[in-house]
């Protein structure tokens, strides 16, 4: 499996999913630049990541003009096609703007920004050991109607929630005030997925944490 990371102008957390990928988890890393529009090199075996982020300084709504970018329209195709997309933060933020993922970001309930280590869980698998894994973001309050909540839970799409350190899915353990506490999720199809969380930051031993590696396990079956 190859990946490609789209680089954005504005995006800050680019270098950090390339590092990640290559050099902590020994994976073919791409980087492909935002007003370019050639993926040839890659198949649906492959993985297109959008990273974390202010794409286009986050004008009109987070994600809004990167959805327009030359590269997007590649990979929205990509993705039709049945390839891999993987969106962190504003990449969640973007995958939502363009239709490829359901519902929304909004403003934190607190409103403000937050950065800190927070705890996520396996949506599907109870009493699966709680991940620490960091967040940084001022729009990360997932959102969608009551209809499509109902229909993200019979389709599992709900992959990840907050919960605290012992893993029970509470308020407290929710750092943006997120609909069910929704920390990630999934298209129906499954290969489209966005996460606020930041795994790429959570992969190093020099970081003193590697629970980010237990997420790209679970999500591409890597190491």
Request: proline share 4%.
């Amino acid at each position: 499996m190859k990946f490609g990371v789209i680089v954005f102008p504005g995006s800050n957390c680019d270098r950090d999913m390339m590092e990640a990928l290559a050099n902590d988890l020994q994976q073919e890393v791409i980087p492909l630049w935002h007003k370019d529009r050639d993926i040839s090199m890659f198949t649906t075996d492959d993985c297109i990541v959008l990273p974390g982020g202010f794409s286009y300084g986050d004008y009109l709504r987070c994600g809004a003009i990167a959805r327009f970018s030359p590269m997007m329209q590649s990979v929205i195709r990509f993705a039709r096609e049945g390839g891999k997309l993987f969106g962190v933060c504003n990449g969640f933020q973007i995958l939502c703007e363009s239709g490829l993922l359901p519902g929304v970001l909004l403003r934190n309930s607190q409103q403000r920004f937050v950065c800190k280590n927070v705890f996520i869980r396996e949506s599907a698998a109870d009493g699966t050991k709680p991940l620490m894994i960091p967040v940084a973001h001022g729009e990360g309050r997932f959102f969608a109607h009551a209809e499509t909540v109902e229909q993200m839970e019979m389709h599992r799409q709900i992959i990840y929630r907050y919960c605290d350190d012992q893993g029970s899915i509470n308020t407290a353990g929710n750092p943006n005030g997120a609909l069910h506490n929704i920390a990630g999720i999934c298209n129906t199809e499954r290969n489209v997925i966005g996460m606020m969380p930041h795994p790429e930051r959570a992969c190093s031993r020099l970081l003193g944490n590697e629970d980010g590696r237990l997420v790209f396990n679970h999500l591409f079956g890597i190491n």
